[in-house]
Nanobody, 125 residues
Framework: VQLQASGGGLVQPGGSLRISCAAS????????MAWFRQVQGKEREFVAA????????DYADSVKGRFTISRDNAKNTGYLQMGSLGPEDTAVYYC???????????????????WGQGTQVTVSS
């Protein structure tokens, strides 16, 4: 399974951005998909996750109400819609996926077998 993240860029504070994660290879609509982010010198941080049918989502407290995770299984693509962005959201964003991730492990990066290469999001005026 290969994951390709895209859509990052420079955005002004208060702005919005949508990043995407395209999956290829032996994909499964039953994968849990997630987004993590990392600032250089810091640990990778959970952002959001979504169950295969989209029925269950989970968000880090820092992004609740501002970010929305979604997926289109027909396109094997996941999305992260980000709003009210602030400088603290600046990071490299990584998409991840795996089967058999139970909900209590959504926020654990070790639960995910497949990772994309990351896309840089910079929030600055």
């Amino acid at each position: 399974v290969q994951l390709q993240a895209s859509g990052g860029g420079l955005v002004q504070p208060g702005g919005s951005l949508r990043i995407s994660c395209a999956a290829s290879g032996r994909t499964s609509s039953r994968f849990v998909m997630a987004w993590f982010r990392q600032v250089q010198g810091k640990e990778r941080e959970f952002v959001a996750a979504i169950m295969f049918n989209g029925g269950i989502t989970d968000y880090a407290d820092s992004v609740k109400g501002r970010f929305t995770i979604s997926r289109d299984n027909a396109k094997n693509t996941g999305y992260l819609q980000m709003g009210s962005l602030g400088p603290e959201d600046t990071a490299v964003y990584y998409c991840a996926a795996s089967q058999l991730v139970i909900r209590s492990n959504f926020q654990s990066h070790s639960a995910y077998a497949y990772w994309g290469q990351g896309t840089q999001v910079t929030v600055s005026s």
